[in-house]
């Protein structure tokens, strides 16, 4: 047995089907189907049964897919590990976050890091937070951004990012010339949800007391689209201030405070406190808590200013 056998095996069990697993490892089936006998044969069992066109894990499949899984993790640990002995970052830095965090908070992140660590290729897992962070338990990937709080004894979280949630509306909607709003006010305007994640659960919180007023024109799956459908005038819809920034120093949308709904999305680093991680997410995770330090003592200054 070799990893290269652990690799096929694994992303048949994903695929559910030699020749599809054949198409992503660039091998034939025939080679495939030879090296999950040459698996067969020395573990003793039958790992895969037929179901029509597709094939299934045995029990015995089941049980090698978990090992696999792991040793194929610890192979690119210690590579990593054994590769990471130089004094500057290098190799791949795996992070995982969700598309609003990807777009709207780790570009200017990523900009500064590459230009201290030329050396470092960023790989992007892009999910739900409580995806990324089942990743991140495995060890598949090094560090998460997520949205707070998180419950994970066997992580380590640093808060790093915090804003509060506002309404967007058009330029042309009779809400934008106000100061604040109040949800009473929006449960009577048609609304943009978004499909999942945290903020679909914030509006199903905060607006269950309208819920058999409530005109929902749109649930749409990205914050981008949200933003466009919101200018076009089709709706209003709830958001981190942050994310719609420049449309809102652009004019295309307007940002209102909403007097009676203090929420705030906070985002937070997160990794795995057991594990000794590479030089390349070592210097990321410095750089962020960096970063969330400036922009804390510039908040305390804003705020000693008002004062």
Known sequence: MDF???ITF??????????????????????????VRQLEQEYGQK???????SVRLTVAGETLLEYARKLLTLRDESLRAVADQSATPHGTLAIGANEATCLYVL??????????????QISIYRNFSHKVIEKVESGVVDVGIVT??????????YPIFRDRLVLMVSPSNPLASLKS??????AEQSVIFPKTGF???????????????????MELPSVGMIKQFVAAGLGVSIISGSFARNEARAGLVKLIPISDMEVWRELGLVYRRDRTLPRSASAFIALVRE?????????????????
């Open 291 to 307: 970063g969330a330090g400036a922009a804390a003592k510039e908040a305390e200054g804003r705020a000693a200013r008002r004062r």
């Open 148 to 157: 707070l709080p998180v419950k994970a004894p066997s992580l380590k979280v």
């Open 181 to 186: 709003v109040t949800t009473a006010q929006i």
């Open 10 to 35: 694994v992303e048949i069990a994903k695929q559910g089907s030699f020749s599809r697993a054949g198409q992503k490892v660039y091998r034939s089936q025939p080679a495939v189907s030879a090296q």
């Open 47 to 53: 790992l895969f049964d037929r179901v029509g066109k």
């Open 4 to 6: 290269d056998h652990l």
């Open 199 to 217: 903020m679909r659960q914030v509006f199903d919180k905060q607006f269950r007391p309208y819920r058999s007023q409530l005109r929902v024109v």
């Open 107 to 120: 570009p200017d992140i990523f900009a500064e890091y590459s230009r201290r660590n030329p050396g470092v």
